[in-house]
């Protein structure tokens, strides 16, 4: 019984740490949105950095997990992330709202500049 338990402890932390892709498109030139909602780069911590949206929660971590928290007025849905080699891309939660997920590989990195909308 004892290993059923330790069994079941780890595939349950095994499932919390899961978070789907975010969905994305990447291209030269993404069109701009009026009223786009700022974000400012953090690096505070010598081992972490984040860019956080200026207002609301919304924010991509060094990690390359990114969170939307589009379930209102001046909240973030879409994130339009420019790069340092000119490529743009938007990235949304898979519910396209709200919510946990994971950009795709190197997506956090190079950025010049972020905005969002909801």
């Given at each position: ?21 975010c969905t994305a ?24 950095w984040s860019w ?6 919304a924010v991509i ?58």
């Open positions: 019984m004892k290993h059923i338990s330790a069994l079941f402890t780890l595939v349950s932390a095994a499932s919390v740490a899961h978070v789907d892709p498109y990447r291209a030269r030139h993404v069109m701009d949105v009026e009223g786009p909602i700022g974000w400012r780069f953090y690096h505070d911590n010598p081992d972490h956080n949206a200026q207002k609301g929660d971590q060094d990690d390359g997990w990114a969170y939307f928290d589009g379930d209102g007025r001046h909240s973030t849905a879409t994130i339009k992330v420019v790069y340092n080699d000119g490529t743009q891309g938007l990235y949304q939660a898979p519910s396209g709202r709200e919510g946990w997920c994971t950009l795709p590989a190197g997506g956090q990195m190079e950025i010049q500049n972020v905005f969002s909308w909801d």
